[in-house]
């Protein structure tokens, strides 16, 4: 899968700027590849994953290797060190909404008794920025700093329902909706509708389009601005709560509990 954020703005915004340290973002670019579906990964795999030359993979992974963000006992496939937190901790750390938005969902979780998190939209994809887990429901453990993809997650929905129509036309003219299960929506158009009707409802509901078994429902979270600033969801198992339920019982709940962290932003 291509990892547009980084590679795009290297080839194309910043192409040519003696500014711009393109070695520095080809770096980052290899680091983002590391996922928490992958147990390892190999020049050959992150290669064609950035469609970076496996000469430029090798030489950034030496380099990562070097200042302690990844190894490989094999000089084949390479881990990622704990050292990599350090990048986000501070983020985390020092950003209001992640720190409120942390204390929130804890509190929100034990009311429903279900998974509940907050992400903001980074590039194509949403990033967990807080989370409050009650059982695991996906496959993968997600947790802060967790990436997923926009257009297949309900707190996406929330976000991308956002966008101008400008930045709407520029995300669908990069992003491959590639299908998950058999319900994820694939058509761009079929996307462009769901995005109307989440924008006029205020809320969108994810059924098990990222996974089977999963359905989610998110709310926006403004700052006092007025401006969406994050999306908060709950996260249910499809074959305990329905979508009537979602909407009835955990709805209001939702909302309340993104109105109160948008008074403490």
């Keep these: ?11 194309e915004k910043y192409k040519g700027d003696p500014n711009f340290m393109t070695s520095l973002a080809r770096g980052l670019e290899v680091l983002q590849t590391f996922r928490p579906e992958y147990d390892s990964l190999t020049v050959p795999q992150i ?3 950035t469609n970076l030359h496996r000469a430029v993979v090798r030489r950034c992974l030496y380099t990562l290797a070097a200042l302690g963000f990844v190894y490989s006992s094999d000089n084949r496939h390479y881990h990622l060190l704990p050292r990599v937190l350090t990048i986000g901790h501070a983020y985390l750390h020092s950003s209001e909404l992640a720190r409120q938005a942390q204390m929130s969902l804890d509190h929100l979780s034990q009311q429903i008794h279900q998974s509940c998190s907050v992400a903001t939209l980074d590039g194509d994809s949403i990033l967990y920025i807080a989370r409050a887990s009650v059982s ?11 990436r997923l993809p926009a257009y297949a997650t309900s707190m996406g929905l ?7 129509e400008m930045e709407l036309d520029a995300y669908l003219d990069r992003v491959n909706l590639e299908p998950f299960t058999p319900q994820t929506i694939t058509s761009k158009q079929a996307l462009r509708e769901e995005l109307k009707k989440v924008k006029a409802q205020g809320y969108a509901i994810n059924d098990q389009q990222l996974e089977i078994g999963l359905r989610s429902m998110a709310v926006p979270m403004y700052s006092r601005k007025g401006k969406v600033v994050a999306a908060m969801n709950v996260g249910t198992h499809a074959s ?7 909407k009835e019982f955990f709805l209001p709940k939702l909302q309340r509990a993104a109105m109160e962290l948008a008074l403490l932003l």
């Excluded at 899968?1 to 080839?11: D, F, G, Q, Y």
């Excluded at 695991?136 to 967790?146: A, N, P, T």
């Design 1 to 11: 899968m291509r990892l547009p954020e980084v590679s795009l703005l290297a080839n």
């Design 240 to 246: 305990q709560v329905s979508k009537a339920e979602l």
């Design 47 to 49: 290669s064609d994953m």
């Design 136 to 146: 695991r429901i996906m496959k993968i453990d997600l947790g802060r700093g967790s």
């Design 158 to 164: 929330v976000l991308l329902s956002e966008l101008s």
